[in-house]
């Protein structure tokens, strides 16, 4: 069964997921461990700014899931508002978090790729096998269709959205323009993806170079050092500050210099809080500074655009959710029913030789006698069977059901079957 744990922005603060983020070389040593946990089969680990999520394949959900969450708490040194869920409950999650319904930012196009990445590693190390492969594919797929059969790609409300609004507002448009962003951070980096997508050439400028130059890169721009800000400044129309603190470059007397030999408009964006552009900036000629407050009106504005959107996604994500349960189900009570009719047709088989040996060993009478057992055995069965079906897609009592009639018949080894908590 299908078990996640782990922790979200919508449960947790920042401060809760810092205990829980793990670099690269945590998360190789973090599937070995897990993966040996009571009762995990295989595991996967996805683990973003927003969340640490563990996805897992387990014989026993309730230990599973009861291993998992001592195993990050024990990590976090502390009780957290970790949630648990089991089956279908579980593969909702994954969908939703894959379609972005789950993102800080409804619609954004990197955490399909963050899973993918997370379930390729786990599946490189070892720790993640054929099953977690066909849980992905069927989230990969019903992510797909959000995507394409609804406007969540385009109704992305994000800072870079507001920011390319605002910029089409005072420029006439984004395509073509220079972007300055200042800082290497996630809310730098969500504008630059943002603006780059919508045709502006983006430049990158951080106090470590490095970081800036992997982000330029990223978004197919240019990037440097915070020293090439006055210069760069020459060229700009927009400028995203997402640094906690402006350079001089960007103070009233500096920029008032700069229009003053440009005369062109300059769109001054400030993601910090508290503020790092001087408010007096903004009051100087041609100079458009916006703050997170103005931004937060123009994506509030941008809501009723994506609620029709969220509605279409949920429909689409209820759908498939539904599906891959049902396939699940089918899955699970397969063998058990398969199972079932060959034992129970080799009995009757059995019970048929030995009457057609008492008679005499007539194969006429034997083939007829085989025939009407079967009959027998089919209908009987027919019952039983649509009812395990239909029990094991509803799961909890459902498994327990399966679980009892493996244990009636004694098909196969006995297998445990707990109770999921969904």
Known sequence: MLVAVGLSRTLATVQDRELLALSEEELSTALSGWSALDGVE???????????????VARWAGAAGA?????LSARAGRELPLFELHGQDAFRHLVRVTSSLESAILGEPQIQGQVKAAFARAAASGSAGKELAGVLARALAAAKKVRTETAIGRAGVSWGHAAACLTVKVLGGVT??????LGAGEMARLSAQHLAAQGARITVLNRTVERALALAHEVGGRGGGLEMLETELLAADVVVSAAPSAPPALRPEAVARLQARRRRPLVLVDLAV???IPAATGEQEGVYLCDVDDLDRIMRAAQAERAAAVIDAERIVAAEVER??????ERRAAPVIQELRTRADAIA???VARTV????????????????????VGKLLHVPSTRLEEAVHHGGEGDALLGAAVDMFE??????????NH
């Open 42 to 56: 295989e595991i996967a680990v996805i683990s973003t700014c927003y969340r640490v999520e563990v996805y897992a």
């Open 67 to 71: 291993a998992l969450r001592s195993a």
């Open 176 to 181: 073509g323009r220079d972007v300055l962003v």
């Open 274 to 276: 508290p503020r790092a």
């Open 324 to 329: 891959w349960a049902r396939s699940e189900a």
């Open 349 to 351: 088989r059995e019970e």
């Open 357 to 376: 040996r008492r008679l005499g060993g007539d194969a006429e009478l034997q083939t007829r006698l085989d025939a009407l057992a079967g009959a027998i």
């Open 411 to 420: 098909l196969g080894p006995p297998a445990r079957q707990d109770g999921a």
